[in-house]
């Protein structure tokens, strides 16, 4: 926690930055309600879409939704063609999430609109600015976000073809690796 004593110059920038954060995310979110179905979730479509596979648990822990909740989303985004349920390969107890093609399609359409609303909101910024914000925001990702649950939450609406040098990456790429080492190990 900040001492306010200390440090006002930081609790000024604290300020701002989440006034700015509450922004892209008021206009985003307004911008990407009218993509998708309304009762289906955007940012669940365009998650399944970024980590494709991912499980029902993930998938509510990265939408800060409940098992049923989750089970329920999942079940809306079956029964309106744009996500399938298969069994995990990792653990064939779990229940892997897939976009179908009309899913993939509305996922990209979230992706496009979320990019423009951002872009619109940063254009005012000179290239140097923008650089420096891209900066900050990969540093600030870099050490605030360490687990795999985390980085889901984080990046549930990224479009991956767009982020080439990802600050959140190596999670991925470490639980992915663990992932695989646990598949490959034997019995004690």
């Given at each position: 926690?900040?001492?306010?004593?200390?440090?006002?110059?930081?609790?000024?920038?604290?300020?701002?930055?989440?006034?700015?954060?509450?922004?892209?995310?008021?206009?985003?979110?307004?911008?990407?309600?009218?993509?998708?179905?309304?009762?289906?979730?955007?940012?669940?479509?365009?998650?399944?879409?970024?980590?494709?596979?991912?499980?029902?648990?993930?998938?509510?822990?990265?939408?800060?939704?409940?098992?049923?909740?989750?089970?329920?989303?999942?079940?809306?985004?079956?029964?309106?063609?744009?996500?399938?349920?298969?069994?995990?390969?990792?653990?064939?107890?779990?229940?892997s999430v897939h976009l179908t093609a009309e899913g993939r399609e509305l996922?990209?359409?979230?992706?496009?609109?979320?990019?423009?609303?951002?872009?619109?909101?940063?254009?005012?910024?000179?290239?140097?600015?923008?650089?420096?914000?891209?900066?900050?925001?990969?540093?600030?990702?870099?050490?605030?976000?360490?687990?795999?649950?985390?980085?889901?939450?984080?990046?549930?609406?990224?479009?991956?073809?767009?982020?080439?040098?990802c600050p959140v990456e190596p999670v991925f790429v470490s639980h992915t690796?663990?992932?695989?080492?646990?598949?490959?190990?034997?019995?004690?």
């Open positions: 926690m900040i001492d306010a004593s200390n440090a006002p110059g930081l609790l000024r920038v604290a300020n701002l930055f989440g006034a700015v954060s509450q922004a892209v995310d008021d206009a985003v979110s307004d911008a990407i309600s009218s993509q998708s179905p309304s009762n289906i979730s955007p940012a669940a479509l365009s998650l399944v879409g970024h980590a494709e596979g991912i499980t029902i648990a993930q998938i509510g822990r990265a939408l800060g939704l409940s098992h049923p909740g989750t089970v329920r989303l999942v079940d809306r985004m079956v029964a309106a063609g744009l996500a399938e349920r298969k069994t995990s390969p990792a653990d064939a107890r779990a229940v996922a990209q359409q979230v992706a496009v609109k979320r990019l423009g609303v951002i872009g619109d909101l940063i254009s005012g910024l000179d290239p140097t600015e923008q650089e420096t914000l891209a900066s900050l925001a990969d540093r600030i990702l870099t050490t605030s976000v360490n687990t795999f649950d985390a980085g889901v939450r984080v990046c549930r609406l990224c479009e991956p073809s767009v982020c080439t040098d690796e663990s992932l695989r080492e646990d598949s490959h190990a034997g019995p004690d």
